[in-house]
């Protein structure tokens, strides 16, 4: 049975992989706007930090409704997971409220965590894969090496 503590490590857990997901697409519109705007061959700090700030503002919705039209069955996923990311954000513990309070509740809670972070992983890899990553395979791999030092962006 997992306890509060835990639970709350799993919402986190959970909360960076949405933030990944979001990473992912805010990459593929820097660079879509970035090759659109001539800043690859020709670059403006300028121009290129008025589009990085104005992706960092959009919500993952947003970002979906920016990128190039994507196959019908990673559109798909990506619908899911901005479902559940919505729903984990806006009402995961309203839906829960007292479970927290009992081993069987927080086991709830913890199952539907599991879920929303596996609808989740499904969209990212599956982006990933679009982008031709395979993140499976550089799991397993392990190269490169995992980075450890903080990188200003």
Excluded: C
Excluded at 98 to 110: A, C, H, K, P, Y
């Amino acid at each position: 049975m997992p306890s509060l503590d835990e639970v709350y490590q799993k919402f986190g857990t959970v909360a960076e992989a949405v933030a990944l997901l979001e990473t992912q697409l805010g990459n593929m519109l820097l660079l879509s706007r970035a090759t659109d705007r001539g800043l690859i061959s020709s670059p403006d700090p300028e121009a290129a930090r008025e589009i990085l700030d104005k992706i960092d503002r959009s919500t993952l919705g947003q970002l979906l409704k920016g990128v190039d039209p994507l196959p019908p069955d990673l559109e798909k996923l990506l619908s899911i997971a901005l479902g559940v990311r919505n729903r984990l954000f806006h009402t995961f513990y309203r839906q829960h409220n007292f479970r927290r309070n009992s081993d069987e509740g927080r086991t709830i809670m913890w199952n539907d965590l599991d879920s929303i972070h596996d609808a989740l992983h499904r969209a990212y890899n599956a982006l990933a894969q679009f982008n031709g990553i395979d993140m499976d395979a550089l799991a397993k791999s392990g190269e490169p090496p995992l980075p450890t030092d903080h990188v200003s962006i």
